[in-house]
């Protein structure tokens, strides 16, 4: 997200994170994704890799994060040494990410409830649930999946009996699937108080319409969308900063890049962000390493944590 700030006679620079003081002139355009699909593409990746006996690392992922759809194929199939073309690669992850997120019903943060169905059945069994082996099942189908914990962590129960109960699970938790924590309170925030806002996703746009379909009141709010993989003015994808120059300009005042702020989860985002002269607040996922957050303007455990009058923008009320 790609938010625009304006001038005002409270604006205060601020010292975050021992960088360069914050420029508050004006308040941002904002862009990111209040939702939380990098998981989802994550599952994809390796369920293609799966079979080709390949597996889909968190120092493959890293790399890849913020890609631009066919510059994220061409790297993974590289990566992976898969016997795909990077236009096979596509196909075949598009069809199984719409096929995925239609049965899942759009639940942004899906991912993080399989997470936490699996840590409570594994604390049952007094086992704990390593990253090691939640980077292994991921992708998996739910046989595989239990079959991997069952074995791995040589748990007291059979395969069958494992899988009876995260099904169980599943049907009592899915239902309640939230966006990511804070994304709707910050977009209903921004746009109550007239502060532009824009999408700005390396996803293409039937991707994005697939994603935002249950959300779509929400998505209204924004002031325009810019999707690097289909908009022709995208040429390169993150880390370069098109993507993020593209949405500055689409502002109705065309903002200069310091009166913008940029929301971000991955590396690759923020160092495009940075790029294209912007401030970023990043919310990473918790294992990405200390050393690729430090050119974040802030880094946030949860968009819960923002506060926007740092950034000259309205107060939460």
Known sequence: MIVRFYPGPDRHSVQCCNLCPLRTQSPVPTGF???????????????????????????????????????????????LELPLTPAEYVQISTERINRVMEQCQLMPDTEKIYENILRDLLKSYNSPYPWPTRMKVMGTTEQRTCTILVNDLKLPCTVDEFLARFRRDQLLHLGGAPLMQGAERLVRHLHKHNVPIALATSSGADSVEVKTKNHRELFELFGHKVMGSSDPEVKEGKPAPDIFLVAATRFQDRPTPDQCLVFEDAPNGVTAAIAAGMQAVMVPDPHIQEDQRKHATVVLKSLEEFRPEQFGLPAFT
């Open 33 to 79: 994704v209040p939702t939380d699909t990098e998981n989802l593409y994550t599952q994809v990746t390796q369920s293609i890799a799966e079979p080709y006996g390949k597996t889909y690392t968190w120092e493959i992922k890293q790399t890849i994060m913020g890609l631009q759809r066919d510059e994220a194929a061409e790297a993974i199939v590289a990566a």
